[in-house]
């Protein structure tokens, strides 16, 4: 399974970003939940929001549900996490991942990663 995250940049506060994960491979099955977290300098990878096979369901950090929102291209194998109202405090490396666990919130519980896309929000 390959996980190719992008979408980062260079973004004023209050501004938007799309980002983007697209999966391959051939053991890659579309009933993994796809999630997506993020690493600021010096803290933990903590976790954003993931989205289920379907598409239909998701669930979020408490603190970003209002300005983030996951979605899923069934057909295109791709995860996408649209940022809205970002703030400085967004400036991280976003990196997608696959899990078979609904409800996973914890790095450890995710198989398989992209290689992550860095979001910068200059205030």
């Known amino acids: 399974v390959q996980l190719q995250a992008s979408g980062g940049g260079l973004v004023q506060a209050g501004g938007s970003l799309r980002l983007s994960c697209a999966a391959s491979?051939?053991?890659?099955?579309?009933?993994?939940?796809m999630g997506w977290f993020r690493q600021a300098p010096g803290k933990e990878r903590e976790f954003v929001a993931a989205?289920?096979?379907?598409?239909?369901?998701?669930y979020y950090a408490d603190s970003l549900k209002d300005r983030f929102t996951i979605s899923r291209d069934y057909a295109k194998n791709t995860v996408y996490l649209q940022m809205s109202s970002l703030k400085p405090e967004d400036t991280a490396v976003y990196y997608c991942?696959?899990?078979?666990?609904?409800?996973?919130?914890?790095?450890?519980?995710?198989?398989?990663w992209g290689q992550g896309t860095q979001v910068t929000v200059s205030s």
């Open positions: 989205v289920g096979w379907r598409g239909t369901s998701a």
């Open positions: 991942a696959a899990t078979t666990g609904w409800g996973n919130r914890l790095p450890s519980q995710y198989d398989y």
């Open positions: 491979g051939r053991t890659f099955n579309n009933y993994y939940v």
